[in-house]
Structure formats: structure tokens, C-alpha cells
């Protein structure tokens, strides 16, 4: 059986829940327990802090885990990443005072710059031929510069609201995360198997994501011009009705295009136009 590491709680929990429901996978959501047996799959999870999820993976205490990658790659442990999975994006960006003059990478060496990131920096200003001086503090990194303990910060933005209530802006984005499936490099045949079939499902997941399935009734002569409207779909479904004049059409369009598709699909005649959400879909 695999045993896969989650985050027990924070920001990337609800989601990773939520993507172990949406593949057929029901966990206790009692996070008292450190480990719970799933249904649905043969599959134990094991809730951690998400700092730890790299090293449990590479140690073997999991098998898989999900996790953002800016944790994988600041734990610098051997796992292989399996797939991205679409959620928990962020940045890690350095960040200066707002009134300070910047003027390019060089303003950082020789200053002091603190993180919860120290690995990713020292790798990035390596790489640029930077020499600063990193600080590692656990938590709070964006108050470092206002209280004098930092020139600068390295870490995490999303929105970047935190970075303008602390007089800080973004200078340099240094890496992109999002949550990611990882695996220990050493997993067996069987459980490779097994890991598998969960990448299986969650790309079907990941697939219908923002898809629509619209289902509507079009004349015939207006088919052709239809279909054309539909990029990327291969052969779309089309069925007969009892008026030969009419047919049923059914197409699968992208969520943020859908209200321009159906007005072009309705100025084309379609009418009884169904949108249907879709749960997966199986490539
Ligand atoms: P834990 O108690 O598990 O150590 P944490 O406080 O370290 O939790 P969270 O704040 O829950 O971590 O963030 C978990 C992950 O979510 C981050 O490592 C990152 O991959 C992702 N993430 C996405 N957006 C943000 C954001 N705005 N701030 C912080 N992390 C974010
Ligand atoms: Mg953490």
C-alpha cells in the first residue's frame, strides 16, 4: 500500500483534500491522527508539516507526497517530481525597501537579506555571481528590513499585498511554484503501478478543469460553421433529431470562452443550449 504525505494544515491542505476527493479518494478529515487510512485507493496519508514532506518522501516514511516545489527545492532532497498539479502557485521574489534606488542585481552584494529561503537564494546569487549576506529567520521575513534586521528579503509573493503593507517592492522574481506530486526515486514496480494510477486520475482532474460540456440543438446547414468555431476539437458529436433540418451538437469549450462561444453558437441559430459541468476527462 502507498503512503503519501500531505500538508496537515495551511494553505495547501484544503486543495490537496479536495483533489484526493475529486479522484475517488476519501480521507477522515480528523487531522488529530498523524496517519489515517483512505478509501477508495489503497493508500495511507500521513499529515505533515510542509517543510518535512521532502525529506519524509526522500527517507522513505512516504512513498509520494504532495507539496510545493519551492519546499522541494529548498530541502534539496532527492525526490522525483511526478507532476505539477495546477494549485498552491506562488513566487519567491526578492523585495527592497520602496525608497531605496535599485539599480539592478549588483545592489545586493554585500547586503544583508533575510529568508526562510536560504538554499534557493545562495544558489540564485551564485549562479549571478552575487556575494550577500543571508539571513535565515523562520517566520516573518517581511517585517526584517522595517525593524533593522535586514536590507532586504527574499520570499514568498502571491498577490504581493503583505510586500506593499511593508513598504517593500518586488525586484527580482527568483522562482515559480505550485503544489506538486513527488516520489521516492526508489519505489518498487508494484508501487510504481500504483502511483500510476493516482497521476492518471489527477490528470484527468487537472484536464476538465475551466472545460464546459455544452450540449445544443443547431440546424444542420449551420454545422460546418459551428464545428469551426470549436478549435482543437477532433471530431465533435453530433447527433440526429427527429427533424431532419435539426441536430444535436455536443462540444466540450474552454470556461473564460464560453460566453463568446455561445453567443457565436447562437447567432449561427443554435437554440436549448445545455452547459454542463465536467467532472474529468479521460485522454
Ligand atoms: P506548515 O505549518 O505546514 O509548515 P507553512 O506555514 O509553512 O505551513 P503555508 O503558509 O500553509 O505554509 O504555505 C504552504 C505552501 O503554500 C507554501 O510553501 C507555498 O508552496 C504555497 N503558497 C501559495 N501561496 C502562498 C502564499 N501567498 N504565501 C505562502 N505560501 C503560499
Ligand atoms: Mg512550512
Not at 502557485?89 to 547586503?111: H, M, Q
Not at 517581511?142 to 510586500?163: K, Q, R, W
Request: with cysteine; net charge negative; proline share 4%.
Amino acid at each position: 500500500m502507498l503512503r503519501i504525505a500531505i500538508q496537515a494544515k495551511g494553505r495547501l491542505n484544503e486543495d490537496t483534500m479536495a483533489l484526493l476527493a475529486d479522484a475517488g479518494i476519501s480521507v477522515a478529515a480528523s487531522k488529530r491522527k498523524l496517519v489515517a487510512r483512505a478509501g477508495g485507493f489503497p493508500l495511507e496519508v500521513l499529515y505533515l508539516r510542509d517543510d518535512d514532506i521532502p525529506q519524509a518522501v526522500q527517507m522513505g516514511v512516504a512513498d509520494i507526497g504532495i507539496v510545493g516545489l519551492n519546499e522541494v527545492a529548498e530541502k534539496e532532497m532527492d525526490v522525483t517530481t511526478v507532476m505539477p498539479l495546477g494549485f498552491g502557485a506562488c513566487r519567491i521574489s526578492l523585495a527592497i525597501p520602496r525608497d531605496v534606488n535599485y539599480t539592478g542585481l549588483e545592489w545586493f552584494a554585500g547586503r544583508r537579506i533575510a529568508t526562510s529561503y536560504p538554499r534557493i537564494l545562495k544558489r540564485f546569487f551564485e549562479k549571478n555571481h552575487i556575494q550577500a549576506d543571508i539571513h535565515e529567520i523562520a517566520g516573518s521575513v517581511e517585517i526584517a528590513p522595517a525593524v533593522g534586521m535586514a536590507d532586504a528579503i527574499f520570499d514568498i509573493v502571491s498577490s504581493g499585498g503583505t510586500l506593499v503593507q511593508n513598504g517593500l517592492v518586488e525586484v527580482e522574481k527568483v522562482f515559480d511554484s505550485e503544489a506538486a506530486l513527488i516520489a521516492n526515486p526508489g519505489l518498487d514496480a508494484e508501487k510504481m503501478a500504483e502511483v500510476e494510477k493516482l497521476k492518471f486520475r489527477f490528470t484527468s482532474i487537472n484536464n476538465s478543469r475551466g472545460m464546459k460540456y455544452v450540449l445544443m440543438n443547431l440546424p444542420k446547414d449551420r454545422l460546418d460553421e459551428a464545428v469551426a468555431l470549436i478549435p482543437g476539437m477532433r471530431s465533435p458529436t453530433v447527433l440526429s433529431l427527429a427533424d431532419p433540418g435539426w441536430c444535436s451538437l455536443h462540444v466540450v469549450i474552454r470556461e473564460d470562452e464560453l460566453w463568446e462561444k455561445i453567443e457565436q453558437l447562437k447567432a449561427l441559430g443554435a437554440e436549448g443550449i445545455l452547459v454542463l459541468a465536467l467532472e474529468n476527462m479521460i485522454r
